[in-house]
């Protein structure tokens, strides 16, 4: 069946083909919605989250809705079994809906949780920031004399054209024995 859009050219309606609304009938009448295996597994490879880790729940709605309420179980509650997060949505009246929903929701704070940890891993990688002015490790004096000494270990050569040059044998020995001396 052709639908005719204004000014272009007509678009085609998919169709539920009648093998597909039977099962999904069947479904239906089986206590089970036809998409939910579907949405489930589509939505758990959305974000790389097995099904076996995702624990889901279905329970009736609360709140003002009518008869509908009573009967039917449209609200879904998702728990990620590994890490412990709970989400759950009844906004919709439907459990699909509902569903996806939620799994877009769970999605959303793995994904957060991931960046928390990932930013932790780094600011640990990072340290403490303690690196500022005034925290050098050497001071280099080249006028009006020439002089360079290391802050930590007290080692000190008029030489300083030699250390900038990569003659700094003398500092590394100096910083090993600073680190012997203070247990690190």
């Not at 239906?28 to 729940?57: M, Q, Y």
């Not at 280099?140 to 002089?147: E, M, S």
């Amino acid at each position: 069946m052709a639908k005719v859009a204004a000014g272009g050219p007509p678009e085609k309606i998919p169709r539920m083909r009648s093998a597909v609304a039977v099962a999904g009938l069947l479904a239906l009448l089986a206590g089970c919605t036809f998409a939910d295996a579907e949405v489930r597994k589509r939505a758990a490879s959305d974000f790389g989250c097995p099904e076996d880790e995702i624990r889901v729940d279905v329970f009736r709605s609360s709140g003002p809705g009518g008869q509908g309420v009573n009967t039917t179980d449209s609200a879904v509650r998702i728990t990620h079994l590994p890490t412990g997060i709970v989400v759950s949505c009844q906004n919709e009246r439907s459990q699909i809906q509902n569903r996806a929903s939620a799994m877009a929701v769970l999605q959303a704070k793995l994904l957060e949780r991931r960046r928390q940890e990932d930013a932790e891993q780094m600011q640990a990688l990072r340290g403490d920031g303690g690196r500022a002015w005034g925290t050098q490790i050497r001071n280099y004096v080249l006028y009006p004399y020439q002089n360079v000494k290391d802050v930590r270990t007290g080692m000190e050569t008029g030489n300083a054209v030699a250390v900038l040059d990569g003659e700094i044998d003398d500092f590394i020995d100096a910083e090993i024995r600073w680190l012997r001396q203070n247990g690190r």
